[in-house]
């Protein structure tokens, strides 16, 4: 079964511009969930989309948005972006059901120039 | 909100010694404990998971252990070897809704020499 995949792997952009990331679950997850990764603050979790709605949302500002589409697939967008939102964003996918784990894709390295 | 804590934040072990990592979280309503390997440049792997009806868990050489009185788990490597070296989070969630929204600790930073 092939594992959580995500797009692009690496994105340079610079201040103001906005950005679309990619994530493609797990066959069969339904449940996706973004987080940051950053040196300073560690992992933080953004939001979760299942069946396309979006169920639970992080302490992050509304430039950060996503959705998910009908094959669960997800996408993660952040406008205007600022030099702080450098780091990995990384997706995580998991079967519904209480205690199912999380499994992470490779991530998405954004830099802000 | 949860608030999970993690310490030590590194470590340094000769091959073949124990490692252990202890978190506690602030939310007594979490419960699931989820152990995640990160190494250089690659994914958080899970490596562990325990649920609040449990006690302690052991797969080979990893085990856990929670505390819901005191509201802290403890990951055990023993035996380590070089390829244990990594970045180790904790992490802590509750289900609301359907939801879990996982909260991490900042993460330990093993070093296994050989």
């Known amino acids: 079964k092939a594992g959580v995949t995500q797009t692009p792997r690496y994105l340079i952009k610079t201040r103001g511009q906005q950005v679309t990331l990619s994530c493609s679950p797990i066959s069969g997850h339904r449940s996706v969930s973004w987080y940051q990764q950053t040196p300073g603050q560690g992992l933080q979790f953004l939001f979760e989309?299942?069946?396309?709605?979006?169920?639970n949302k992080g302490n992050f500002p509304g430039r950060f948005s996503g959705r998910q589409f009908s094959n669960s697939r997800s996408e993660m967008n952040v406008s205007t972006l600022e030099l702080g939102d450098s780091a990995l964003y990384l997706c995580a996918s998991r079967i519904s059901g209480e205690g199912q784990p999380q499994h992470f894709g490779d991530g998405t390295r954004l830099s802000i120039l | 909100g949860e608030n999970v804590e993690q310490h030590p934040s590194t470590l340094s072990v000769q091959e073949g010694d124990s490692a252990v990592i202890k978190c506690t979280y602030s939310?007594?309503?979490?419960?699931?404990f989820p152990w995640y390997k990160q190494e250089l440049g690659k994914r958080p792997q899970l490596i562990i998971d325990?649920?609040?009806?449990?006690g302690e868990k052991k797969d080979q050489r990893i085990a856990v252990t929670l505390n819901k009185t005191a509201k802290h788990f403890s990951l055990h490597i023993t035996e380590t070897q070089p390829e244990d070296s990594a970045v180790y989070f904790c992490?802590?969630?509750?289900?609301?809704?359907?939801?879990?929204?996982?909260?991490f600790g900042k993460g330990m930073k093993l070093t296994v020499n050989p």
């Open positions: 325990i649920r609040s009806n449990v």
């Open positions: 992490a802590a969630s509750k289900t609301q809704g359907g939801s879990e929204k996982l909260v």
């Open positions: 939310d007594s309503a979490s419960n699931y």
């Open positions: 989309y299942f069946s396309e709605t979006q169920r």
